[in-house]
C-alpha cells in the first residue's frame, strides 16, 4: 500500500495556502500574546526588537502572498476580476475602522494592515504582470529605504492631521514605504512556481492550508475570540482569588 506525502492538486496553491496559513497562525500568536500582556500575564516593551521582526516577519509573509496571488491570477486566468476581492477588502477595512472607533476611539485603525493591502493590491497590480521588473522595483524601494531618507516623510502625519482629525496613537499602523515593496516582490515567487511545491498530507498541513484559505474572515473575527478567552480567564481569577 503506498501512502500519499502531498496534498490532492485542486486548482488553488496548496502550498500558497500554507504559506499564507503560516503568517495567520504567527498573527494570531503575537495577538494571543498582545492580550496577555494587556491583562497583565505578560510583560514584554512592544519595541523590542523580538517583537519589531516578529511583526515584519508576519506583515512579510502576508504581503509577498498579496503579490504572489495577484500573479497566479493574472497569468491563469484571460480576463482576471478581482472586484469581489477589492470589495472585500474594502468593506473589511471599513469594518476594522468603525470597530476600533467605537471600540477605542483615541486609538482607532485607519490604515491598518487590511487597509494597504486594499491599497497595495491596486498598486501592484499593474507590475505584477513582470514580475522580475516588479521585484527589481521592490528591491530598489528596500534599497532606498535603508540607505536614503528620502521615503521616510517624517512630517507627513502631522500635515494630513492638519486636514484630518486623527488619533496621536493608533492600535494598528502599516506604512507605505518600505511594506509596499514587499508586495511587488509577491509576484517573482509565483514566477518562481513556488505554489507547485509539494505540500506534505499531514493534519497540520491541512490546518494551516484551512487557514490560508479562509485569513480574511479568520484575521476579522480572531481577535475579538482571543480577547475575550483572556478577559474571562482574568475575571474568573480575580473571582476564585
Known amino acids: 500500500m503506498q501512502t500519499s506525502f502531498t496534498l490532492e492538486p485542486t486548482k488553488r496553491s496548496a502550498f500558497l495556502d500554507v504559506y499564507r496559513g503560516s ?4 498573527m494570531m500568536i503575537f495577538h494571543f ?4 500582556r494587556n491583562f ?13 521582526y516578529f511583526r515584519s516577519l508576519i506583515l512579510t509573509l502576508f504581503l509577498t502572498a498579496i503579490g504572489w496571488s495577484t500573479y497566479l491570477t493574472l497569468s491563469k486566468a484571460k480576463h482576471p476580476s478581482f472586484w469581489v476581492r477589492d470589495i472585500k477588502l474594502f468593506v473589511s477595512a471599513a469594518a476594522i ?7 477605542a476611539p483615541d486609538q482607532w485603525i485607519y490604515f491598518g494592515i487590511l487597509h494597504f493591502i ?24 528596500i534599497i532606498i529605504y535603508h540607505s536614503t531618507n528620502w521615503l521616510h516623510f517624517p512630517n507627513a502625519f502631522s500635515i494630513i492631521s492638519s486636514y484630518i482629525e486623527l488619533p496621536q496613537r493608533t492600535l494598528d ?6 511594506w509596499i515593496a514587499v508586495v511587488l516582490i509577491g509576484p517573482l515567487l ?5 505554489h507547485k511545491c509539494p505540500t506534505p498530507n499531514t493534519l497540520t498541513i491541512h490546518i494551516l492550508a484551512f487557514m490560508g484559505r479562509y485569513a480574511l474572515p479568520i484575521y476579522l473575527i480572531h481577535q475579538v475570540i482571543l480577547f475575550a478567552l483572556v478577559a ?5 481569577l480575580n473571582l476564585i482569588n
Open 118 to 141: 486594499f491599497i497595495a493590491s491596486l498598486v501592484t497590480r499593474p507590475f505584477a504582470k513582470w514580475p522580475i521588473s516588479s521585484a527589481l522595483v521592490g528591491a530598489s524601494i
Open 173 to 178: 499602523i502599516v506604512f507605505p514605504f518600505p
Open 232 to 236: 474571562t480567564f482574568k475575571m474568573v
Open 23 to 26: 503568517a495567520v497562525l504567527l
Open 190 to 194: 509565483g514566477h518562481l512556481n513556488w
Open 40 to 52: 497583565g500575564f505578560m510583560e514584554f516593551y512592544i519595541y523590542d526588537p523580538f517583537w519589531v
Open 97 to 103: 475602522s468603525l470597530a476600533t472607533y467605537l471600540a
Open 33 to 36: 500574546c498582545w492580550d496577555l
